[in-house]
């Protein structure tokens, strides 16, 4: 009877690091998608917010030029929400991400055949096989999450700066500027781990000697 190889969370986390810096520039450009896909979620959302706080200090002045930046304001609104323009712009992107992840890490299985088959003939169980892909999903999610909300939140915020000039920086919500930024890491976190979902399953389900078979 086959032996079952059961490594702790510690072993695995290496073994997927190792993993990323060995595939580091195809790592790097899906970890650009996410940038790209959270670091807009982020611009939109911080971008309303800061409109949010203009609209709500009772100021004319910036009631005026949020009119003239071309924000749709109606008597009596004491916030603002994207555009239905914007919000399928977001969502377009978001999925255009995950479609991303899904194809480089197909690609990543399809390259790590030989290595998927030695670790299950070597007893891996099929939850390894799929700890250590949701690992490097997570990692990868991570670094290129924090790096887009980042990115977001400083464009957005130098952003309201340049178009509404320096006096905004009084009344700037750094408490929603915060959680919004946490919301766009949360989100690129779990397109990450959606994106890797199917193929960690389909490299978990290979049979050994199949894996083994393929010409590399």
């Not at 709500?56 to 005026?64: A, E, M």
Request: with cysteine.
């Amino acid at each position: 009877m086959r032996q079952l190889v059961v490594l702790p969370w510690k072993q695995s986390l290496i073994i997927s690091y190792k993993s990323i810096r060995a595939r580091f520039f195809r790592s790097l450009i899906t970890t650009m998608t996410l940038i790209l896909a959270v670091s807009f979620l982020a611009f939109s959302q911080i971008t309303i917010d800061i409109a949010d706080a203009m609209l709500t200090s009772g100021n004319p002045v910036f009631h005026r030029i949020l009119l003239q930046s071309g924000f749709d304001i109606q008597p009596g609104n004491i916030s603002l929400a994207a555009s239905p323009k914007q919000r399928w712009i977001v969502i377009l992107s978001l999925l255009v991400c995950v479609v991303g992840i899904i194809n480089a890490q197909l690609m990543s299985v399809t390259e790590r055949f030989r290595e998927i088959g030695t670790m299950k003939c070597l007893g891996a169980l099929d939850k390894f096989i799929v700890r250590i892909f949701v690992l490097e999903a997570s990692m990868l999610g991570l670094a290129g999450s924090v790096t887009g909300a980042f990115v977001g939140g400083i464009a957005a915020c130098s952003g309201a700066v340049f178009r509404f000039g320096t006096d905004i920086l009084p009344i700037f919500p750094w408490h929603d500027i915060l959680l919004s930024s946490a919301l766009a890491i949360i989100t690129g976190i779990g397109l990450s781990l959606l994106g890797v979902l199917y193929p960690a399953i389909m490299a978990a389900r290979m049979q050994p000697v199949e894996a083994m078979r393929v010409e590399q």
